[in-house]
């Protein structure tokens, strides 16, 4: 037996020996991940929509326009909607005006997007450097998290109520249910014209960085998938920990609402658990996956969100791709700041 169940196995114990043995692979891994740790996702809506609330031209200097959308869908309970701020770059002043705003004196500049699922719902807020962003030529669709559904054990607000719950120990947790926001955030901007949709990122912060990996897990059209210290049930590896590192026990414990009720079965033997994370960040292939982890977040266990990066290559391998996994270490404490934007950014920018 193998200390980690393998990738390269299929579950009738059958070898995955090239890409399009993968390719059936990779929804074996899915459902593992579904039944055993995030919970079942509900189908995808028909139908995506939304609202513009409102347009700030005067954005960043001028350099973006901020519009405020309300993403609408049908649920099996009903119409759902969450906000979403988005800021897209303007072009230079007196450019060709392919897609005028609304506003007018100012026109839209066609942008790779970049979607984060975040904390709070500021327009502005500690966790992106929204201007940067900007000047380096990316649109910005921001989530909070919570406008989704609350991060408590609370199953009857937001999205959380417009499913019906099988109690059979696979219902969606939390994660699953801010991971399908994302999803459906793309499907409302996938219309936008002055998105270039062919380059989207995922990108979340820690909880939601492991939200970020889930829905790139399961939504290939993020061609950039970036988990900022997910950590735990994020991009670490659950198996043998380091001194200080979070386990399945402290976070079924802390937040079982995350996860589905299944996962609770392995907090005191991980080792049983029919997947580690390495399930989760190959599910990226052959797409970019970006890791990023700091010194001093000793509970996001940086050692093995390293080893657990480096661990998936030979499933890029298979597709002959040797540059698309970026791990990146840096100085400090757990946070999604500037110095891991810049990094995130420029490894994009160079693979558009
Ligand atoms: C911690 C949790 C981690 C991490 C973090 C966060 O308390 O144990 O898994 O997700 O919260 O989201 O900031």
């Known amino acids: 037996m193998e200390f980690r169940p393998s990738l390269f196995t299929f579950d009738d114990g059958s070898a995955v020996m090239c890409k399009n043995c993968w390719k059936r692979r990779r929804p074996e891994l899915l459902d593992t991940l579904s039944r055993e740790a995030f919970g079942i996702t509900p189908e995808k809506p028909e139908k995506v929509g939304f609202t513009e609330l409102s347009e700030d031209d005067k954005c960043a200097s001028g350099h973006a326009v901020l519009k405020r959308l309300s993403v ?27 897609y005028p705003a609304s506003g007018a004196g100012f026109t839209l500049k066609r942008s790779p997007l970049i979607l984060l699922i975040n904390f709070r719902p500021d327009a502005y807020d500690m966790y992106y450097p ?45 994660i699953g249910m801010w991971a399908f926001a994302m999803s459906r955030a793309l499907d409302a901007l996938e219309t936008l014209p002055y998105l270039d949709t062919e380059n989207v990122t995922f990108i979340g912060h820690s909880r939601l960085g492991k939200t ?44 079982p609402f995350w996860f589905c009720d299944n996962l609770r079965k392995y907090a005191d033997d991980a080792e049983s658990m029919p997947f580690d994370m390495h399930y989760l960040l190959a599910l990226q292939a052959p797409r970019y996956l970006l890791v990023g982890s700091a010194e001093e977040d000793l509970w ?53």
């Not at 909070?144 to 559904?149: I, M, P, S």
């Not at 969100?305 to 698309?324: H, I, R, T």
């Open 130 to 174: 929204a201007e940067e962003i900007i000047d380096h030529g990316f649109a910005l669709g921001v989530i909070d998290y919570q406008a989704v559904t609350t991060d408590d054990a609370d199953m009857t607000n937001g999205l959380a109520a417009m499913y019906t719950r099988r109690n059979d120990g696979t219902d969606w947790g939390k």
């Open 72 to 98: 609408e869908f049908e649920t099996e309970k009903g119409l759902f909607s969450f906000p979403m701020n988005l800021f897209v770059p303007t072009a230079p002043f007196n450019a060709p005006s392919e």
């Open 300 to 352: 996001a266990d940086p050692a093995n969100e390293k080893a657990c990066a480096e661990g998936v290559q030979p499933v890029w391998d298979l597709y002959g791709e040797k540059e698309s996994i970026h791990y990146h270490l840096r100085t400090g404490v757990h946070f999604l700041g500037r110095p891991d934007w810049i990094e995130y950014l420029s490894f994009i920018e160079k693979h558009l």
């Open 212 to 255: 970020a990996l889930w829905a790139g897990a399961q939504d290939e059209r993020a061609r950039f998938v970036v988990s900022n210290d997910s950590g735990c049930m994020g991009a670490a590896y659950e198996r043998a920990k380091n001194p200080g590192g979070e386990t399945v026990k402290d976070i079924t414990t802390a937040f």
